[in-house]
């Protein structure tokens, strides 16, 4: 009894360890997809290593800020007062001028404080392309009332509509890398720090 007992353990162990053997393992790290990559661009590794998120369809801008959301396509934004800001790109090695709607300006309109104070500080924005790209701000970082960069939805590049980066682009004046820029911008949600 104790022999049958063996061989199957045995047995088993060994269809088990050749079955490990011919299928990756589950539980083992597995490199990122590579994806959205242009380093010509601006966008460097950090913009193209990106796990399983959803892709958000292809439309209007939208911002969210509790209950209240407003959508604007790129026609809408053109008809807003814009700003123009020149960074410097590392990726291409030259300096850019955009230009586009400062983004506290439709952060206003769905009623987010404009001169952030006391718990209004505990507020952040989630930005997000339409390939699953995230940044983070927070809302001061973004209000020129309480910081100096400049944070703007652009819809153009050195005087031309944008092209590769989708029809709009988060750009942030105050960064020192283009980490944080999300291109082809889909999405700002606005929340709290609990």
Do not use: C
Request: glycine letters at 10%.
């Amino acid at each position: 009894m104790r022999m049958r007992v063996w061989s199957a353990t045995l047995l088993f162990g060994l269809s088990v360890g050749a079955a490990m053997a011919q299928a990756p393992a589950q539980n083992q790290p597995q490199p990122m997809p590579m994806g959205g990559m242009d380093m010509g661009h601006g966008m460097g590794m950090d913009h193209g290593m990106k796990m399983d998120m959803p892709t958000l369809p292809a439309g209007p801008l939208k911002i969210i800020f509790g209950d209240k959301t407003a959508e604007w396509t790129p026609a809408a934004l053109a008809a807003l007062p814009h700003k123009t800001v020149t960074v410097f790109d590392e990726h291409t090695n030259a300096n850019q001028r955009y230009s586009g709607v400062p983004l506290m300006e439709l952060l206003i309109r769905l009623g987010v404080p404009d001169k952030p104070h006391g718990k209004d500080l505990r507020l952040y924005l989630v930005a997000e392309g339409a390939d699953g790209y995230k940044a983070v701000y927070s809302v001061a970082e973004v209000n020129p009332a309480a910081h100096e960069a400049t944070v703007i939805v652009a819809d153009a590049l050195d005087g031309k509509a944008l092209q590769t980066a989708g029809p709009l682009e988060l750009i942030a004046s105050g960064d020192k890398h283009p980490a944080r820029w999300v291109r082809n911008l889909a999405a700002v949600r606005v929340l709290a720090v609990e």
